[in-house]
Nanobody, 122 residues
Framework: QVQLVESGGGLVQSGGTLRLSCAASDSTFSVYALGWFRQAPGKEREFVASISWSGHFKRYADSVKGRFAISRDNAQNTMYMQMDNLRPGDTAVYYC???????????????WGQGTQVTVSS
C-alpha cells in the first residue's frame, strides 16, 4: 500500500502561483497513475488532473486547463502540480491520489493523501 503526503499549500492572492507536491512512501509509486482532486467547503470532491505512470499522458478538468500543470519525478517518488493564475474559486483542500491508469484514477483512486489547504484571496 502506497502512502501519499501532500505539501505546498498556503494562502496566495488572486493571480498568484503555488506548486503542490505529493510524496510517496516508497518506489512502488512509479507503477501507479496519479491524480489531484480538490474539495471546497460545502462541495463534493472533484477531479483536477491526472498523469500516467510514465508521465506521457495527462488529463485536466476544464476549469484548470491552461493554468495548472501536473508532472511527476519517479526517481524522487514525487508528483507535482504547478498552479498559475490562481482564482478565489480554486480555494479548496487539495488531495493527491494513486490508481491504475490516468483515466481510472480520475474516478476510482485506490489511495489518497491527507490533503493540503489552498486559499486564494481576492
Amino acid at each position: 500500500q502506497v502512502q501519499l503526503v501532500e505539501s505546498g499549500g498556503g494562502l496566495v492572492q488572486s493571480g498568484g502561483t503555488l506548486r503542490l507536491s505529493c510524496a510517496a512512501s516508497d518506489s512502488t509509486f512509479s507503477v501507479y497513475a496519479l491524480g489531484w482532486f480538490r474539495q471546497a467547503p460545502g462541495k463534493e470532491r472533484e477531479f483536477v488532473a491526472s498523469i500516467s505512470w510514465s508521465g506521457h499522458f495527462k488529463r485536466y478538468a476544464d476549469s484548470v486547463k491552461g493554468r495548472f500543470a501536473i508532472s511527476r519525478d519517479n526517481a524522487q517518488n514525487t508528483m507535482y502540480m504547478q498552479m498559475d493564475n490562481l482564482r478565489p474559486g480554486d480555494t479548496a483542500v487539495y488531495y493527491c491520489a494513486a490508481g491504475e491508469t490516468e483515466v481510472t484514477v480520475s474516478t476510482e483512486p485506490n489511495y489518497w493523501g491527507q490533503g493540503t489547504q489552498v486559499t486564494v484571496s481576492s
